[in-house]
Each structure stands twice: as C-alpha cells, then as structure tokens.
C-alpha cells in the first residue's frame, strides 16, 4: 500500500518506517532490522559471562574470516570489543575538519589501538560526503535514512579495500545492558515518553501530518503508563540496528555485533543505572581489558550534523510547511528535513 504521507510522518516521528506493508512509491519494499530472537540469545550474568561469550563468537568469526575490521568509536562499547581482534586489524574512527565533534573519540580510540596494535584509520566526514553517500543508502532502503549511515557506508567502502572482510560493531550494547539511562530511568507518563522519544513532532514540518500514537498505544499501561522497556526492545531496536544493517548492506560488506546475541539473566537492576552506573556489565567488561585506564561515559557515535546544517534555510517542497522554526531545531532534526527532501527528489526523477 502506498501512503505518502504516512510514511513521511512516520520517517519524522521515529527515523524508520513502523508500519509494514506501507511504502512511499509503487514498487518500493522497505526492509528493517529483527532483533535475534530470546531463544537464541545467550544468557550471561557478569561481565565474565560477557567476555566468555564474546571471545566465543569472535574466535568462531576467525574461522570463517581472515581479516576482521571494527567501527571504534571512543566510547567503551566499542573499545571493549578491540581487544578480541588480532593485532594487526584495522580499526575505523571517525573525523571531521569542522572543530570540537570527534575530538575527544579520536584520542581514546588512538590510545585503544596504540596499545593493542590496531592499524588505527580516521575516516574524515563533511557535507560533500553526505551528499555523495546519502543517495547510496537511500536506495538501498527505499526510505529516508539515518545521519549515521553515509558515515557508515564510507566507514565501509574504505574497509573493503584494505582488505576487511568483515567489521565488529558494538551498538547493541546499550539496548541489552541498560545504556539508555535517560529514557529508561524516569517514571514516564504515557504522553511525556511520547513526547519525549519523539524526534521530530510532523506537525511541526508538514503540510500532511499524520498521527502516529498508534505505535505508542501498543505500549500503553492502563490510562497513564507506558511500558518503556518493551517498547526500547521492539521499537528503538528497528530503528537502531536497521541504521547498520543497511548502511552496511548498501556497501556489501558483512558485519557483526557480538553484544546482540546475548541477553541478561537476570533483571536489569535500575538502583544502579539511576545511582550512575549503565551498562554496569558492559563497563565492568571495559575494566577486565583496561585495568589501568578510567571508564569512559557513554559517546554517542558523533555526527558533524549540527555545524553542516547549522545556516541550511529548511526544505522548500510542497510537503513541507514554510514556517518550519528552523532556529528550534538540532542538527538531527535539520538533517531528517534535507535527508527527506533529497529522498523526494530521488522519487520525482525515479
């Protein structure tokens, strides 16, 4: 079923298509991302299980692959991975020319490869290269994408020709071990977690908007309550992992996240999340590979987002309204507007 406006409302509200079966054009499929399935996830309950588990499955990917890659950020997802690799591998960070984005990232996972003999690249991000790898992944998905993912598909062509046949990937860690600490840690009431996961609010854009609480109602606990948990499992889970799978796929390139096969066994224990302690099995993984080092906060993966887009006057297509409070908005929400209008465009000329 084709529904313009629909998907576009959707693509605003939550950077991913929701609803199957409901595309932009005729003869467009989007694909998102499935979780592994609870059954084939691999209970662990101290960051020891976690190591076990781990070198378990990287040892089994070295049987199939000789040359294994991983995207490193300076965040300790990432960085508690590295050490798994064989010296020698090469290890991607991402840079930019544009001041103060990447800078604290790049010192850590240069100190990470120093000392486990990563060949260590950075991989240097600016607009010309959204607007040479946005269509890319764009066409790959048939919908408008995430920020992340001409990083990603980049990232990936420059790993194929160093010879990488396959690249490590640490996103899962925050969904599994409790890392979105400021979505899962407060009392939400039904409207303010819809407000508050909501990444850009499509009547505040287009011309058509179109009421998406239908997604949020499957989650909705007696007259005020949200179950927050499930909805990070099966909402936020699409709509992160889809990001990798298809910027990598768009670049034919194999990739593989350790932390998504496995599961906690016993219940996330919200005490120490709240007391400044997330992904507390996760940092205690980091401190069994760096003894000596500080553990790091969480780093979001950075985007050059906000300096790029920061004079972008706003979309100038009839979707979109023309009194769009571009002052109001993140270098996020600025990119889903020109990501949206490119995808458009592409539709128009298709």
């Known amino acids: 079923m084709v529904d313009r406006d629909f998907c576009l409302s959707s693509y605003m509200a939550f950077r991913f298509l929701w609803k199957e079966g409901v595309e932009f054009a005729e003869g467009f499929r989007h694909v998102s991302f499935l979780p592994v399935p609870m059954p084939e996830r691999i209970p662990v309950r101290s960051s020891e299980d976690i190591d076990r588990e781990i070198r378990k499955q990287v040892e089994a990917l070295y049987d199939k692959y000789e040359h294994i890659g991983i995207l490193l950020s300076g965040g300790m997802d990432s960085a508690s991975l590295a050490p798994y690799l064989k010296p020698g591998s090469h290890a991607y960070t991402f840079t930019t020319d544009l001041a103060g984005v990447f800078d604290q990232d790049v010192e850590r996972a240069k100190n990470y490869c120093r000392r486990l003999g990563l060949q260590h690249h950075l991989i240097n991000i600016d607009f010309k290269d959204y607007q040479k790898y946005t269509p890319l992944v764009i066409r790959h998905k048939f919908a408008p994408v995430h920020s992340i993912e001409p990083q ?91 990001s990798y799978m298809n910027a990598f796929g768009a670049a034919w390139l194999p990739y593989y996240d350790p932390y998504a096969k496995l599961v906690m066994a016993d219940p996330l224990d919200m005490d120490r999340v709240r007391g400044g302690e997330p992904k507390y099995l996760v940092r205690g993984l980091f401190a069994l590979k760096y003894p000596d080092l500080e553990i790091p906060f969480k780093i979001p993966m950075p985007r050059p987002v906000d300096a790029i887009f920061k004079d972008w006057a706003g979309p100038d297509r009839p979707e979109f309204r023309k009194d769009i409070p571009m002052d109001r908005l993140t270098g996020n929400q600025k990119w889903q507007l020109w990501c949206a209008q490119e995808f458009l465009n592409m539709l128009d000329r298709a």
Not at 153 to 160: M, Q, S, T, V, Y
Not at 208 to 213: F, G, I, L, N, W
Not at 227 to 234: A, P, T
């Open 152 to 242: 990603i598909f980049k990232a990936a062509e420059l790993a194929k020709r160093d010879g990488v046949q396959l690249m490590l990937v640490g996103e899962s860690a925050d969904l599994i071990f409790g890392g979105m600490d400021k979505l899962i840690t407060p009392v939400w009431t039904f409207d303010g977690f819809a407000r508050r996961y909501t990444f850009l609010e499509p009547a505040l854009v287009l011309n058509r908007p179109v009421d998406q609480s239908a997604l949020f109602e499957r989650y909705r606990i007696g007259k005020d309550g949200i179950d927050v948990m499930r909805f990070m499992d099966e909402v936020f889970s699409i709509e992160s992992s889809s």
